[in-house]
């Protein structure tokens, strides 16, 4: 049994057993889930992105240290972080590691790290990790960061996820015609190049501005930009060297100065109703896939990919028989 | 495949820097389909509870050749207790007298794995105390 009320409480127990749960999808998950959704949409959601090895999970770390230990005078924000890593494909087990990166937070009642693997999903989080931080989010945690397995390019579902997305680099990854192709930069509402002590942060530096100023401001991504007109957000550049702190507080303005952004643009807006009508789209799917799949008769399923597997029919026209409930012989 | 995996912790506490045998271990049980949350060197009692409530593990392994594990490994079960995580099954392995397995195993230690045991006995181990 889910303790909702607990969850609501904050009690630490009661969050992490209905994190798994929510992994496992389970009925039980998803009825708490349900019952927590009209707590949600408080917290910020930070996404942290980029290749692997670029300093994703120290970058984190230091955030969520910076957010505990405010160097300004504002209070201290609660910080739950969810790290994801890969699932191997071939025998289903994950190594999670991010939590080595960041033992500097441990003891501290407000921070609550949890590490999830893929299980088969390629966008670079979860298929639970929506679920896994509407959970954080209802139990009240301030700030959610959200670290993605190491991207490569195409990775974007945390875009679609995040309130503020951060794509990490690191100097001598490529040069300046990874800058200009399509993906990952793309998605970036703040770009850091961690590692700045390391030779070739000037070139990589210099790489990811002109990508930048080869932008056109007009082209409205996705998921980006106001669709009232109002001023365009231009994606800074910062350098750190997270492992030192360096440029760590610089980041937090930032992730500030977005937040703003996105509540005067109606931008928070628009991206949770993109966030909203990815999830209602998924659900309805699901749902409407293994309805008409009860419905349909027996062994007509099979019957129809028999007749694909022997190229009597295309699945095109396999697909029309279907919905009209017949083999098609 | 049930949807439900396996959740173990491999953590070194204390203060020696030997961690080969923890990284073979917890790649053992990566192979085996397990989700392993893999902590690192120097972690206190502490930490590891704290790990295992934030990650709702099934299983901690701990891994010591500093020789505190009579230290150690009762703290980590008085804070597993107290976190009211008293289900989660703890495995040790390193380097271990004979004369303290038994002690352990008292104290609700699930398993004591010296050098030279197989990894597949590790993940047998762990699969099946988990299971109960």
């Excluded at chain 1, 969850?7 to 009925?27: F, H, K, M």
């Excluded at chain 1, 087990?93 to 991010?98: Q, S, V």
């Excluded at chain 1, 949890?114 to 896994?132: C, E, F, K």
């Excluded at chain 2, 295992?52 to 020789?67: K, M, Y």
């Amino acid at each position: 049994m889910i303790d909702v009320q607990a969850v609501l409480d904050g009690n630490r127990l009661a969050i992490s057993r209905l994190i798994s749960q929510i992994e496992n999808d389970t009925p039980e998950g998803q009825r708490a889930l349900s019952e927590l959704f009209s707590y949600t949409g408080k917290a910020h959601l930070i996404g942290v992105t980029g290749a692997p090895g670029t300093g994703k999970s120290t970058l984190v770390n230091q955030i969520a240290y910076h957010y505990r230990h405010p160097t300004n005078s504002s209070t201290p924000k609660t910080v739950a972080i969810v790290a994801v890593d890969p699932t191997s494909p071939f025998t289903g087990g994950a190594l999670l590691g991010d939590r080595i990166r960041m033992t500097g937070l441990s003891g501290d009642l407000g921070v609550f790290i949890r590490s999830m693997a893929t299980r088969g999903s390629l966008g670079g989080l979860a298929n639970t990790t929506a679920g896994v931080v509407q959970a954080f989010d209802a139990a009240g945690y301030h700030v959610i960061l959200i670290e993605t397995v190491g991207a490569g390019q195409a990775e974007v579902d945390i875009a679609r996820l995040a309130h503020t997305t951060l794509v990490v680099e690191a100097p001598g990854l490529g040069d300046d015609i990874q800058a200009i192709k399509a993906g990952i930069l793309e998605i970036a509402d703040i770009l850091v190049v961690n590692k700045a002590d390391r030779p070739g942060i000037e070139s990589t530096e210099r790489a990811l501005r002109n990508m930048l100023q080869l932008a056109d401001p007009q082209v409205r991504s996705e998921f980006k930009n106001s669709e009232n007109g109002e001023s365009l957000w231009e994606t800074p550049i910062q350098c750190t060297i997270a492992i030192e702190g360096n440029g760590v507080t610089e980041v937090i303005d930032l992730i500030s100065k977005h937040r703003v952004y996105l509540e005067k643009t109606g931008d928070l807006q628009r991206r949770e109703r993109i966030r909203l009508e990815t999830e209602l789209t998924h659900r309805l799917q699901k749902l409407l896939i293994t309805q008409w799949r009860e419905q349909l008769s027996d062994g007509l399923f099979e019957k129809v990919l028999d007749r694909l597997l022997t190229r009597e029919i295309s699945p095109q026209e396999a697909v029309t028989q279907l919905m009209k409930g017949g083999s098609g012989e | 495949m049930s949807k439900e995996k396996i959740r173990v912790i491999i953590a070194k506490p204390g203060l020696d820097g030997h961690d080969r045998g923890a990284k073979v271990v917890a790649r053992a049980l990566r192979d085996a389909g397990m989700e392993v949350i893999y902590t690192g060197l120097r972690q206190t009692p502490e930490m590891i509870a704290e790990a295992a409530l934030q990650e709702d593990a099934h299983a901690i392994g701990l891994s010591i050749l500093s020789g505190a594990h009579m230290a150690l490994v009762p703290r980590v079960l008085e804070l597993l207790k107290s976190n009211k995580q008293e289900n989660v099954k703890v495995f040790i392995g390193g380097i271990i007298p004979d004369e303290d397995v038994p002690r352990l195993l008292a104290l609700g230690v699930e398993g004591v794995f010296g050098p030279g045991t197989s990894t597949q006995d590790i993940v047998n181990a762990i699969r099946s105390k988990v299971m109960e």
